[in-house]
């Protein structure tokens, strides 16, 4: 510790104080682990409530497409500090949420932060999924279909696989905003790496420090996501693939044939 | 229902004239924010293109870090160390008097700094957009560098730039509400108060998400209004 002192004295200490910084450390800690809690369970909740969005939004149907667009509307229209206040308060709504049994379960604000961020994220998301479904040419399915593929097939093999690469970049980027967005539900208490920083600066009154430090642990989170998300759209390609079944072969010690049952082969696929 | 009504009704009894000066005040502070924004924009596109790598570095380092940490900690940080910074500056020039930051200008300060970075990325692409054929020959015919930029490129980079443009004014709308964690009486805040003192906090917040909503649907028209502006004389593919 005394090490970490003496480098942070000297690399900052001409503008910060490096015990403050130290302070901070376990508290950020702390954060962190509820920041990543929430962004990781809203992200999941997220992507369910999104494929059905999508699911509806092009399905065709006007009392399908109808309830989603208006819900993705209000959702990408209004601020999600509003969102997070407004879904705090719906136990405010119903006397008998608060009265019953499972009201001690579910007061703790983190829960209503994680459904306000899911809720959030599933309208952006959706209309990722749905931008990037539409982005698949239709001649590659007319292809495959000519193939005499069945629509299955074709869903499995032609359009998810493209519409998840199309969508990686862009989903990354969600990720980022709504781990940047999840720095919000500090307003209700919710003690994450924002919510933390802001309680060390209301006991010492020294605002660089705690925020600073903060802002590197969301900076360091922000990169971690773009170089995940780089090589997420790497392995979507098809030399990605290639580049895995060799490390597979290298890390077995042989050479994979295929197995056996994962449809006819091609010729990129093979390995030698 | 009639009671739902009156908590928005204008005057001493209602909190309908009280939001709506909110509201007013959100948009105020959205469009000077995003005004300050472009011109950090511009700057910074300037400063990514430029010749200069030191220039480039700042600028890289400015837009990594801004759009890399959530808006909040910007707001806290420079209305929290804003003041700080402000009477250290002060007190350089020998005056030791208690200064207090403006929540406004606090807000239009962290607003644009966040708006710019983002505003620096998409002018950069747009000015990227415009063909290297017609700056060369703007230079040809000896047009100086003000005019080339004035007749050339911003016209062009404009038209390109449009539709991000719009939606980071859309996303400036809505960063507005962050501002009311430092109590500056905009729209969020100002339903936040009065849910409390009516207890009917639901009620307001959705009133609050409608007004934004509103906000949002209006800009969208006038988004589209622009881009007829800017893409005046533009065959489009739809159109040939």
Redesign the interface.
């Known amino acids: 510790m005394d090490t970490l002192r003496d480098i942070l004295d000297f690399l900052v200490g001409w503008a910060l104080d490096a015990d403050l910084i130290i302070r901070a450390i376990p508290g950020l800690m702390d954060g962190l682990v509820v920041t990543l809690t929430m962004i990781g369970s809203s992200l999941l909740i997220g992507l369910v409530l999104a494929l059905a969005l999508a699911a509806m939004r092009l399905s065709g149907k006007r009392w399908l497409n109808g309830p989603a667009y208006a819900y993705m ?2 959702f990408r ?7 997070i ?2 879904i705090y ?2 136990p ?2 119903f006397e008998d949420i608060r009265k019953s049994d499972i009201w001690p379960y579910i007061r703790d604000p983190i829960y209503w932060a994680i459904l306000a961020l899911a809720l959030n994220t599933a309208a952006y998301t959706a209309e990722i999924i749905r931008g990037a479904i539409l982005a698949v040419p239709a001649q590659e399915v007319e292809a495959a279909r000519a193939m005499g593929m069945s629509r299955f097939t074709v869903m499995r093999r032609i359009m998810v696989p493209h519409a998840l690469r199309i969508s990686i970049p862009a989903y990354a980027n969600e990720v ?1 905003l709504l ?6 539900v ?2 209700i208490s919710v003690m994450d790496i ?1 919510g933390q ?2 309680r060390l ?1 209301s006991r010492t009154y020294a ?2 420090e705690p ?2 430090a ?2 590197l642990v ?2 360091t989170l ?2 971690a996501i773009t170089r995940m998300a780089k090589f997420a759209e790497f392995m979507t390609t098809p030399g990605g693939k290639r580049w895995w079944q060799r490390v597979k072969a290298r890390v077995m010690g042989r050479s994979l044939d295929h197995t056996p049952g994962s449809g006819p082969s091609r010729p990129s696929e093979q390995t030698s | 229902m009639t009671e739902t009504l009156a908590l928005f009704a204008f005057g001493d009894t209602g909190w309908g004239d009280e939001l709506l000066d909110s509201l007013w005040l959100t948009v105020r502070l959205a469009l000077v924010s995003y005004a300050i924004g472009f011109v950090i924009g511009l700057l910074g596109a300037g400063a990514k293109l430029s010749r200069f790598a030191l220039l480039r570095g700042a600028a890289e380092t400015y837009t990594t870090v801004v759009r890399g940490v959530p808006e909040i900690l910007v707001v806290f940080l420079i209305y929290f160390g804003g003041s700080i910074a402000f009477q250290a500056l002060m007190s350089l020039i020998g005056y030791d008097g208690r200064i207090e930051v403006d929540g406004f200008v606090a807000g239009v300060v962290a607003l644009a700094t966040v708006s710019g970075a983002y505003q620096t990325e998409v002018l950069r692409a747009g000015i990227l957009a415009v063909p290297q054929g017609q700056v060369e020959a703007a230079d040809a015919i000896g047009m100086s560098k003000l005019l080339r930029f004035w007749r050339i490129i911003l016209p062009q980079l404009l038209r390109f730039a449009l539709p991000a443009l719009g939606n980071l004014w859309l996303v400036m709308l809505k960063d507005t509400a962050i501002i009311s964690v430092v109590g500056l009486d905009e729209l969020l805040r100002t339903a936040d108060v009065a849910g409390r003192s009516t207890r009917m906090q639901f009620t307001f917040f959705f009133a609050a998400a409608m007004l934004y909503l509103t906000l949002t649907v209006v800009s969208m028209m006038a988004i589209q209004a622009l881009e007829k502006i800017t893409m005046r004389g533009v065959k489009r593919a739809s159109q040939a």
Do not use: E, M
């Not at chain 1, 781990?179 to 919000?184: D, E, F, I, V, Y």
């Open positions: 509307f209000f229209g209004t601020p999600l500090l509003v969102q206040f407004l308060n719906v405010g709504l980022i781990l940047k967005g999840s720095a919000l500090s307003a924002a920083a802001h600066y605002p660089f925020l600073i903060a802002g969301y900076l922000t990169f």
